[in-house]
């Protein structure tokens, strides 16, 4: 088990650190291809056995995946994490089908406790900070643009000068294009193991990011993960239930109606835009309802979501919705100012999701879509120098 003592001294040291904000990037885009690795690209056949659709993905990843469930299993008692892993195992049965015998079958190919899969699935939910843009051309065309973050707290990598579970998923992470019938259906940036969706489009359909929300009751997460396991609820984990809109939703209203009224495990925020003029909302979830839901107009042309509620003052040791909206309003002056210099919003938001803190230490990937072209465009990241704390 990972030290207490070292894990509390690491993040009293970090959060020592008064959030580092920058000037806006407007230059970062020009230098996409030489300091940026892009994630491999993959097919899942949806006509094949769900058993058998990840091998190719997760097996030359064993060692990797392995990595990262060890390290995260240091920081629970291993009594603790034993039970939890076999009561998981015991439970994926609950999950809807196909995704349990997806599971199953990554659990096999890797000859590991299906319980370990489960919680990897499942840690995703519980911890997350991001950042998610909607953003409107002059000629209506919508694009979206996300950070994930993830491992903040959980260790510090002195080596590499980040967070250690941010740089234990970088080579984990993937574009997948999920194949039925010989088409590609939806695509997605997520991590080898996992089934969920965080980030996909589903081409001529909609783009979507799930970002966590923070919840005003202590551990939220666990609780409801436990209240899964435990009860007969039909409540859905967020990840999960995106992935069965990003198969079945047939367009951007379709999948804007199945976002908002499932019942979920846990509160977070759904992003999701669309092909059509002003089609684009931040879905704000509760367990049971959309909360004040709010969506592109003719007299805004971005959204902006992080990880509080946008109705809500972000808090001052973690704000990046403040210099999102900054940087986004300063861009559009900016053109105003030299009569619509050519910039595509591919590059508007690569630039702002490249300015600290919207970039930071804990930031894994920034992916940028395209609903109506079918595009999704994600680039591994690192943030040198002073990132901090986050």
Aim: aromatic share 12%; with cysteine.
């Amino acid at each position: 088990m990972k030290s207490f003592y070292i894990l509390l001294v690491t993040s009293v040291f970090n959060a020592m650190d008064c959030q580092v904000i920058e000037k806006c990037q407007w230059s970062a885009h020009t230098t996409i291809e030489t300091s940026n690795s892009q994630p491999p690209t993959y097919a899942v056949n949806l006509d094949q056995p769900a058993s058998e659709r990840w091998k190719h993905i997760v097996a030359p990843r064993k060692e990797q995946i392995l990595n990262f469930v060890n390290y995260i299993k240091e920081f629970v008692p291993s009594l603790f994490s034993y039970a939890v892993s076999t009561w998981l195992g015991m439970a994926v049965h609950k999950l809807p089908k196909p995704l349990d015998e997806e599971i199953i079958g990554i659990a096999k190919t890797l000859q590991m406790p299906i319980g370990d899969i489960m919680a990897c699935n499942i840690f995703y939910e519980l911890e997350k900070l991001c950042t998610s843009i909607i953003t409107t051309d002059d000629q209506g065309n919508i694009y979206h643009g996300r950070n994930l973050d993830l491992g903040v707290f959980m260790g510090w990598d002195l080596k590499k000068n980040s967070w250690k579970v941010a740089e234990l998923l970088k080579p984990l992470t993937i574009n997948v294009d999920f194949v039925l019938n010989g088409k590609v259906l939806f695509k997605s940036v997520q991590f080898a193991g996992t089934v969920g969706i965080f980030t996909g489009v589903a081409p001529g359909k909609f783009s979507f990011s799930l970002n966590s929300r923070s919840s005003k009751e202590l551990f939220a997460g666990p609780k409801s993960v436990i209240t899964w396991l435990v009860s007969f609820e039909k409540k859905k984990f967020a990840s999960l239930w995106a992935r069965t809109v990003m198969e079945k939703a047939q367009s951007y209203q379709h999948a804007k109606e199945m976002l908002s009224t499932e019942p979920l495990l846990a509160p977070v925020y759904y992003i999701l835009a669309g092909i059509k003029l002003n089609e684009g909302v931040i879905i704000s979830r509760s367990n049971t309802e959309s909360l004040n839901p709010v969506e592109l107009s003719s007299t805004n042309w971005y959204l902006v979501q992080t990880n509080y509620d946008h109705w809500e003052r972000a808090p001052f040791y973690d704000d990046r919705r403040t210099p999102t909206i900054l940087c986004l309003n300063e861009i559009a002056d900016n053109l105003k100012s030299n009569n619509g210099t050519d910039i595509s919003q591919h590059s508007i938001l690569y630039d702002v999701l490249s300015t600290i803190p919207i970039e930071n230490k804990a930031t894994i990937y920034t992916a940028i879509m395209n609903a109506k072209s079918g595009t999704v465009d994600s680039y591994l990241r690192s943030c040198p120098g002073t990132c901090y704390p986050w």
